[in-house]
Nanobody, 131 residues
Framework: QIQLAEAGGGSVRSGGSLRLSCAAS????????????VAWFRQAPGKEREGVAS???????TYSDSVKGRFTVSQDKAASTLYLQMNNLSPEDTAKYYC?????????????????????WGQGTQVTVSS
């Protein structure tokens, strides 16, 4: 069982920045989970959940085209935390952001948005960007 808990959402003006964090128990179980994939997804009202960024146990990252160059995914294994640094935010980034995890290396690039690649999900944190 992998527990995930997001934090850091809020409201920001267009062009601003936010950093999301996700406390992930997968980091505290290196023997049980020697390899893993952790990711950020987002879901806006009335839209499907879409992949944003992923990172695996070897620090390999993938990004969706919509956030490439603006968002950075990182992980602090010692702090058991996944991060998403979001810069140059726009109203189109408004959504509820979720972290997700699954044992093993990432199967598909996050651009494909395969939610079924991930068996564990957090509750989400809201990000609202105003113009």
């Amino acid at each position: 069982q992998i527990q995930l808990a997001e934090a850091g959402g809020g409201s920001v003006r267009s062009g601003g920045s936010l950093r999301l964090s996700c406390a992930a128990s997968v980091y505290r179980q290196p023997t049980r989970y020697p390899t893993y994939c952790v990711a950020w997804f987002r879901q806006a009202p009335g839209k499907e959940r879409e992949g944003v960024a992923s990172i695996d146990s070897d620090d390999q990252t993938t990004y969706s085209d919509s956030v490439k160059g603006r968002f950075t995914v990182s992980q602090d294994k010692a702090a058991s935390t996944l991060y998403l640094q979001m810069n140059n935010l726009s109203p189109e980034d408004t959504a509820k952001y979720y972290c997700a995890a699954d044992p093993g290396h990432c199967v598909d690039p996050i651009q494909e948005g395969r939610t079924d690649d991930y068996g564990y999900w957090g509750q989400g944190t809201q990000v609202t960007v105003s113009s």
